[in-house]
C-alpha cells in the first residue's frame, strides 16, 4: 500500500510520462460549451476516456446529451465503439451528470506495466472522440432550450 505522498508522486510520474510519449494539446476542456468537457481518468482497477456533461441546467444537460445519443450510431461506427450511454450518472460529491464513457479493467496507475496499455488506450479513444468533436461540434452547441 502507498502512502499519500507516494501515490501523488506516482500519479504525477504517470502523467509527465504520458505527456511525453503523446506531446500534443488535448481539447479536454476547451470544447466552446459550458461544462461540456473530456476527461482522462485512472486508479488501480482501470482507466477511463470520457465525455461528461456537468451543467447545473438539467435542461441545458439532457439537450447537450440528447444530441450525442442522437449522434450514436454514427459515434460508434466511425469513431468509438462500446461506448456506455448515461443520462443520470451521480458523481461522489452527490451531483446529478450525464456521461458517456469507454473503459480498460484491469490496469492500474500504481502498476507501471500498465502504463503503456493505458497512454496507447488513451490516445486512440480521446483522438477518436476529438475526431467526432470536430466533425460534429456545432450540431452539439446547437440546442433549444424552451
Known amino acids: 500500500m502507498y502512502s499519500r ?10 502523467w509527465v510520462e504520458f505527456a511525453q510519449k503523446y506531446p500534443r494539446k488535448w481539447l479536454l476542456y476547451d ?13 488501480n482497477k482501470k482507466a477511463q476516456v470520457l465525455i461528461d456533461i456537468e451543467h447545473r441546467s438539467d435542461e441545458k444537460r439532457i439537450a ?12 460508434e461506427e466511425e469513431f468509438v465503439k462500446d ?6 450518472y451521480t458523481l461522489e460529491s ?14 492500474g496507475v500504481s502498476n507501471r506495466k500498465n502504463w503503456d496499455q493505458i497512454f496507447t488506450f488513451y490516445n486512440e479513444k480521446m483522438s477518436a472522440l476529438e ?16
Open 131 to 146: 475526431d467526432f468533436y470536430a466533425d460534429y461540434d456545432s450540431f452539439i452547441k446547437d440546442i433549444e432550450i424552451l
Open 94 to 107: 452527490g451531483k446529478n451528470i450525464s456521461r458517456v464513457w469507454i473503459e480498460k479493467l484491469g490496469v
Open 64 to 75: 447537450y446529451f440528447e444530441k450525442l445519443v442522437a449522434l450514436k450510431n454514427i459515434l
Open 83 to 88: 461506448l456506455v450511454f448515461e443520462k443520470e
Open 5 to 14: 505522498e507516494e501515490t501523488q508522486r506516482l500519479k504525477r510520474e504517470f
Open 31 to 43: 470544447t466552446k460549451i459550458k461544462d461540456f468537457s473530456f476527461k482522462f481518468y485512472v486508479d
